[in-house]
């Protein structure tokens, strides 16, 4: 199995390159194998060659750059997700995908627009522990974000303790519609958390 780090040095905020790793492992245990390739921007990218492609957390700024390095390629990731190929985005890098993001200042950058929900960013950090839950299991992780995330109808995350994507929403969090995954929650995610990690190689491998 292939697994892309894309965005390895740009969007690895929180050494969020772990996640992979964790996955790898995962893999491993379970009898398959899997190869990680580190990709960024300059990289010609191939979606198509890969099993699971993997975004961490960046700065603000960093996102931007990603998103627009992104753009010319949405199509083809779009076209990756509906075959099968498996999206999992952590932190902020989640909010690429979204109609559109309003930065602190007020400017709007347009998203890839796979989804239809919105980010406003905010001069305040939130930053917090939380727990939630998925697929019946208790998680744990960190949250460490300046958006508000609105319109979300498929949440990934059921919050028990701690942020939601929201104001408005405060229970539900990040978003998992097909075979994309989207989640602030950082620590790294599927270190903390063993089921996560099975989950997704059990999901690689069927």
Do not use: W
């Amino acid at each position: 199995m292939k697994i892309l780090h894309l965005f390895h040095d740009l969007m690895n905020l929180y050494g969020e390159y772990a996640n992979t790793l964790v996955l790898q492992r995962a893999l491993s245990e379970k009898g398959r194998a899997a190869e990680i390739e580190n990709m960024s921007v300059g990289d010609e990218l191939d979606f198509s060659e890969y099993d699971l492609i993997y975004i961490g957390s960046g700065t603000e700024r960093n996102q931007k750059v990603a998103l627009e390095y992104l753009r010319p390629y949405a199509e083809q990731l779009k076209c990756a997700l509906e075959s099968g190929k498996i999206v999992l985005a952590t932190g902020n890098s989640f909010e690429m995908f979204g109609k559109t993001i309003t930065d602190r200042y007020g400017k709007e950058h347009e998203g890839l627009k796979f989804f239809d929900f919105t980010v406003t960013e905010g001069a305040e950090r939130i930053v917090e522990d939380v727990t939630a839950s998925f697929e019946d299991e208790k998680i744990i992780g960190f949250i460490n974000k300046a958006s508000q995330i609105e319109g979300v109808t498929n949440p990934m995350f059921v919050i028990k303790q701690g942020v939601g994507n929201c104001s408005g929403s405060p229970d539900v969090e990040g978003i998992q519609q097909g075979s994309f995954y989207g989640t602030h929650i950082i620590g790294p995610l599927l270190i903390r958390n063993k089921f996560i990690a099975d989950y997704f190689a059990d999901l690689l491998i069927k």
